[in-house]
Structures are given as C-alpha cells and as structure tokens.
C-alpha cells in the first residue's frame, strides 16, 4: 500500500498540470493507495479555497476518489459520515472533526456558527463551550 499527498490528489482532480496529472493517474491506477482523512481534509480546503470549487464539486470529487478500486482512507467510517455531514451543511474541517471524535461524549467548540449549522443537520453532541 502506498499513501499519498494531498498535491498528488489536487492534480489528479483539477487536472492542471499535464505531466503531474499523468503521474498521479498512474499511481492511483496501481491500486492499494490509501487516502488519510486529514489529506482529504486538506484537499477540500484546496479545492474550494485555491480552485473555487463549490460544494457539491468538493463533495463529489471526494466521493469519486474513495469511490475507486483500490482506494481506501484510514478514517472510512468517519470520512463518509464527515461527507454526510459536509454535503447537510456543515463545513468538511468541521464535520471530519467531529466524526472523527465520535468516542467523546460531546465536541465543544467557541465557534456557534457550527453549533446552530451541526443542530440544523442533526449532528449529535456538538455545543457551546459551558461558561
């Protein structure tokens, strides 16, 4: 198994370097790649911050890669949950923060845009900081 870099997944998703996409297609052809949540993280950032891609655009390239044969991710259970949550409103940072602390009693947070965002899409046990 190999792993790799959020620049290898941006470049086989904008396809804006010819010879890096060529690569990277190359490597994701071998098989047995494993994709880490926080590379995913990252590159959903880059899509939306660097290429401007929408919602939908970041939610459905994610999707598409961890929808090869041969891709995996560390963090599959909370990744889809995280792509859920990302795809009901919340922002994927967010919602991968939260799947990802799913053996805690509750995710705390000073940020009460995601406390009213996660209660409109039902995500449990996120709340306000207690004063």
């Known amino acids: 198994m190999i792993a790799i870099d959020t620049n290898v997944l941006v470049r086989l998703l904008v396809d804006d370097d010819p010879d890096q996409t060529r690569r990277a297609r190359k490597v994701m052809k071998r098989g047995d790649v ?3 949540a ?3 993280l990252e590159t959903a950032w880059v899509l939306a911050a660097v290429y401007g891609r929408d919602r939908p655009q970041v939610s459905n390239a994610l999707r598409g890669v961890l929808g090869l ?3 995996s991710t560390d963090a ?3 990744v889809a949950q995280a792509l ?3 795809d009901a409103g919340l922002d994927f940072a ?3 923060h939260v ?3 799913h053996r805690a009693q509750a995710f705390v947070t000073f940020d009460e845009r995601l406390v009213r965002r996660a209660r409109t899409a039902g995500v449990p046990a996120v709340a306000s ?3």
């Open 38 to 40: 926080s590379v995913l």
């Open 94 to 96: 967010d919602a991968l």
């Open 129 to 131: 900081v207690p004063r």
């Open 99 to 101: 799947a990802t602390s």
């Open 34 to 36: 494993l994709v880490t």
């Open 69 to 71: 044969e041969g891709v």
């Open 84 to 86: 859920d949550w990302f």
């Open 76 to 78: 599959p259970a909370a």
